[in-house]
Each structure stands twice: as structure tokens, then as C-alpha cells.
């Protein structure tokens, strides 16, 4: 992402409202009364925007982190994090992780109601064309991100799927694929 614009105050904030460490995850917030700050809330929805306060800080609802020189990481959307064992997932870094996979053209990353875990990570793949779907393909791309990422964030269910659903300009809706696992609990 980079540097924050000149003349905004930025932060990033865990779920208490406090700020964390250089190298830690937290939502992008800015500061309300700093110029040049101008959001005057949603058009008939006061209370969508209290929703989007606190404090002094507004929550923009993205993820990042950032290092030592003051650059800032995408980590992906707060509404997208999965909450598995008290781990908190991003789907970002598991889809990024998919993706380095030669068999993988596309990865989309949910979290999947678990009654032990709270939710499993669960993955949505398509796979180049000169790949076949298949239970030990399911398994080695788990191995895969296991090998990569911290062992609780691997797929504990790989989907093979035809495409994924996005909007127009191309972004991956990932709440239409939490909203059929909904749908099939229900």
C-alpha cells in the first residue's frame, strides 16, 4: 500500500481499540480531526456511520500492518477475517499462498461454521487447465500452505470449483460463497 497520503493521520487499531505493534495486523483508521478528514456519514444512515467510529478514529474496515520505515501492507478486509481456534485468519495471505501453486488460476479463501473451531478455513479453487481435481490434489495443496504459513492457517476443505463470483470490475465476492455455506447449514 505504501505511505499514508500527506497531511492524513493514520493508525492501525486491534478489536479494543488500541494501537498495534510495527509488524501487526490491524484495521486502517483515520483520524477524524485531522484536515484534510471529510467524511460527513452515510446519506440517511446516522447510524451506519456511528457504526464506522471510534472514538476519534474511523474504520475503513481494511487490514494491514506496518514496518519499521512506515509502509503499510494490505492484509485484507476486517469483514473477511476468518476466527478459527481464537486464531484470527486473513484470507489474503491463504489465497496469496494458493496462488504460488502450479496447478492453482484462482483462489478464494472463507471462513466455514465449525461447531469446535468457531470456523475452518475453507478454499474455493480453479485450477489451471492441464490440472484434474482430485482428493490427493485437495491434500497436497494443503500441504502446500502448511509448508508456507503458520499451521493454523492452511485449508482444512479444498473446493474445486468451475469459477468464482465477482463483481464486474473483477474483485472475488466472497460473501456470496459464505452465504452458500449459510445456506447449506441452514
Do not use: C
Request: charge should be negative.
Amino acid at each position: 500500500m505504501g505511505l499514508p497520503t500527506p497531511g492524513y493521520k493514520i493508525n492501525l487499531l486491534n478489536e479494543q481499540g488500541d494501537s498495534v505493534e510495527v509488524g501487526d495486523v490491524g484495521q486502517i483508521v483515520v483520524d477524524t480531526t485531522a484536515f484534510p478528514y471529510f467524511f460527513l456519514g452515510y446519506w440517511n444512515d446516522p447510524k451506519k456511520a456511528e457504526e464506522k467510529l471510534m472514538g476519534i478514529w474511523f474504520l475503513t474496515g481494511d487490514l494491514a500492518s506496518k514496518d519499521s520505515e512506515g509502509y503499510y501492507w494490505f492484509q485484507g478486509r476486517a469483514d473477511d477475517i476468518i476466527s478459527s481456534a481464537g486464531y484470527r485468519i486473513g484470507p489474503f495471505e491463504v489465497e496469496s499462498s494458493l496462488l504460488e501453486h502450479p496447478a492453482v488460476a484462482e483462489a478464494a479463501v472463507v471462513g466455514k461454521p465449525d461447531p469446535l473451531k468457531g470456523e475452518i478455513v475453507k478454499a474455493y479453487v480453479v485450477l489451471k487447465p492441464s490440472f484434474e481435481p482430485s482428493t490427493e490434489l485437495a491434500e497436497k495443496l494443503r500441504s502446500f500452505v502448511k509448508s508456507k504459513l503458520s499451521k493454523h492457517q492452511y485449508p482444512r476443505e479444498v473446493e474445486f470449483v468451475e469459477n468464482l463470483p465477482k463483481t464486474p470490475s473483477g474483485k472475488i465476492q466472497r460473501y456470496i460463497l459464505k452465504q452458500s455455506l449459510q445456506s447449506i447449514r441452514n
